[in-house]
């Protein structure tokens, strides 16, 4: 494996490897993109490109130095995550990992820090970092592995060279499961649909259990635009005893919107996610408003974000059930 076998993120590999080929790399990246789109693979690929014994400015993956990466138990390569059961990264952990970044590197090349993800910095680690990339401890690299930079200091942000990766294009995702996961073609097809650009949801997925739920809740989404408050209140009560159920439902719900809209302005399934329901997008399409579709897609992520910001997840779900059945 070298960077050439690495799917998709033609542009962020082309400025890397540039930057690598030149001796010009930064002591700084902010990698943001889609979760799942092979952000972390890049990082931990750009540091086994820098420590590889076997190749120049690439790497082979099998030598000590890249095993060891991989493994992630390299001296001079570390990953920063959350340590279990705490929801964000300590300024402890961020201390420690510029007195390190500040050792001498066991190998004699750069020190590698790759922060993931680093919106769980809060306030005083992103400050506490700041000072770090204020004056970068020599040889040093660090990476900020961020979904958006939203919830990243400005300040911190401007320190650091953006690199930015889109979401995997469909028919990469279905090629590297076909190729590298063995799974024949309608099972990677489907699977690179609903993953939306994500290889990582698209080889996690528990795919029976999955097509399973999305079939009760688009049921759902039917009878409900067919007048049935009654069902809305189950539905939500059933729905809201579980958080992770709660956001599953309405990412799953922003997609069928999605496709609604789509097909009732194109007629067209090619950039559709929920392709094994064409027949019931076709005829909901027909009957659906569209103003009444968008105003349900964006309610979507309104009522996703209302779900990770703690709010009673009962009553968000039944106000988003309602505001399907009302809007008929
Ligand atoms: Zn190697």
Known sequence: MGFAEIIGHQRPLEILRLALGNGRLHHAYLFVGPEGSGKRTVA??????????????????????????????????????????????SIKQVRELEKELNFRSFSGKRKIAII??????????????????????????????????????P????????VSFGPLARDEVARYLMSKEGMNQDDASLRAALSMGSLGA???FDKDELLEKRRSWAALLLSLSAGDYRGAIAAAEAI????????????????????LLIYAATENSDEMVNVDMLTEIESQSAKGNF?????SFAQTARAAGRIQRNLNRRMVIERF????VGGR
Not at 126 to 136: C, I, R, S
Not at 291 to 295: D, I, K, P
């Open 202 to 204: 698209a080889i996690k």
């Open 240 to 259: 809201a005893s579980d958080k992770e159920e709660c956001l599953g439902f309405l990412e799953w719900a922003e997609t069928w919107y999605r496709d």
């Open 291 to 295: 103003e009444q579709m968008l105003a």
């Open 155 to 162: 300040t911190l942000r401007s320190r650091c060279l953006r």
């Open 44 to 89: 931990l690929a750009l540091a086994k490109a820098i420590h590889c014994r076997e190749t120049e400015n690439d790497f082979c993956d099998r030598c000590p130095d890249c095993a060891r990466i991989q493994a992630r138990n390299h001296p001079d390569v570390r990953l920063v995550q959350t340590l279990e059961d705490k929801k964000e990264i």
């Open 116 to 153: 993931d993800p680093a919106t769980l910095l809060n306030a005083s680690s992103q400050n506490a970092l700041l000072k770090t990339l204020e004056e970068p401890p020599q040889n040093s690299l660090i990476v900020l592995i961020a979904p958006n930079a939203g919830a990243l200091l």
């Open 321 to 324: 059930l309602f505001g399907v």
